[in-house]
C-alpha cells in the first residue's frame, strides 16, 4: 500500500505543474510570456497551483496515512501544555526552520 501511495501522490501532483511532469514543460513559459504582459498573472498562476497540490496531498493523507499522521499529531498533543514557553519555544522551532530554508534557496 506504501508504493500506491507514492504512485497516488506522484500522479495526482502532475496536474498542480511540477517539474518532474510535462504540464510544467508548457506551464513554465506561459508564466514568462503572461509575466511581461501582465506582471499580477504569475500570481495567479501559483494561487491556482498551490490548492491542487495541497487537495491532492491532503487527500492523500487522509486515505493511505491517517495512522501515522494521527500518531504524529496524538504526539505533539502530548508535548502542548497551554504554558507560554511551550509557545516559544515552538516559536523558535519555527524560525530557525525558516532561517535553514531561506538560507538553502540563496
Not at 49 to 62: D, E, H, Q, Y
Not at 76 to 91: I, K, Q
Amino acid at each position: 500500500m506504501p508504493r500506491t501511495g507514492a504512485l497516488f501522490v506522484a500522479g495526482g501532483l502532475a496536474p498542480a505543474g511540477l517539474p518532474p511532469f510535462g504540464t510544467a514543460l508548457g506551464k513554465a513559459p506561459a508564466e514568462d510570456a503572461a509575466g511581461h504582459a501582465y506582471p499580477w498573472l504569475p500570481a495567479v498562476y501559483a494561487a491556482t497551483s498551490a490548492p491542487t497540490g495541497g487537495a491532492v496531498l491532503r487527500a492523500a493523507l487522509r486515505i493511505f496515512w491517517a495512522r501515522t499522521v494521527r500518531t504524529c499529531l496524538n504526539g505533539l498533543r502530548r508535548l502542548h501544555s497551554g504554558h507560554l514557553g511551550d509557545y516559544l519555544a515552538w516559536l523558535a522551532s519555527g524560525v530557525a526552520v525558516l532561517c535553514a530554508v531561506l538560507a538553502g534557496q540563496g
